[in-house]
C-alpha cells in the first residue's frame, strides 16, 4: 500500500533554514518524478519543487533560488532543504508523485508537515 510520510517541519525565524524529509512506502520510487507541494488554508494545494525520475529538477518562481529539491532512489526518500524562509513560506507541506499518485480514481495524501514561518 502506497503511503508518503513527511517530516521535519517547525517553526523557524525569517530568513531562516529547514530541511524536510520523505518517505515513499509501497512504491517503485526510481521511476517516478516527485515533488514537495503546499497548501495554506483556503488555497488550492501547489507544486513547489519537483525532481524527475532522471533527477532534473523545478521549482515554482516563488520558491526558485532558496529551496533545493533532492532524491535517494536507493532509499526511496526525496529531501527538501529550504533557505531563506519568509512567513509566506507558512505552510503544510507534503510529499508526492508528480502528478499526484491515485488510487481509486482519488489522489492519495499524506498527513503532511506544518512549517511556519515567525518570529
Known amino acids: 500500500q502506497v503511503q508518503f510520510q513527511a517530516s521535519g517541519g517547525g517553526l523557524v525565524q525569517p530568513g531562516g533554514s529547514l530541511g524536510l524529509s520523505c518517505k515513499a512506502i509501497?512504491?517503485?520510487?526510481?521511476?517516478?518524478?516527485v515533488g514537495w507541494y503546499r497548501q495554506t488554508p483556503g488555497k488550492e494545494r501547489e507544486l513547489v519543487a519537483g525532481?524527475?525520475?532522471?533527477?532534473?529538477?523545478n521549482y515554482s518562481d516563488s520558491v526558485k533560488g532558496r529551496f533545493t529539491i533532492s532524491r535517494d532512489n536507493v532509499r526511496r526518500r526525496m529531501s527538501l532543504q529550504m533557505n531563506m524562509l519568509e512567513p509566506e513560506d507558512t505552510a503544510v507541506y507534503f510529499c508526492?508523485?508528480?502528478?499526484?499518485?491515485?488510487?481509486?480514481?482519488?489522489?492519495?495524501w499524506g498527513q503532511g508537515t506544518q512549517v511556519t514561518v515567525s518570529a
Open positions: 525532481i524527475t525520475s532522471d533527477g532534473v529538477t
Open positions: 509501497g512504491l517503485n520510487f526510481r521511476i517516478y518524478g
Open positions: 508526492n508523485t508528480q502528478p499526484p499518485y491515485r488510487r481509486d480514481d482519488r489522489e492519495l
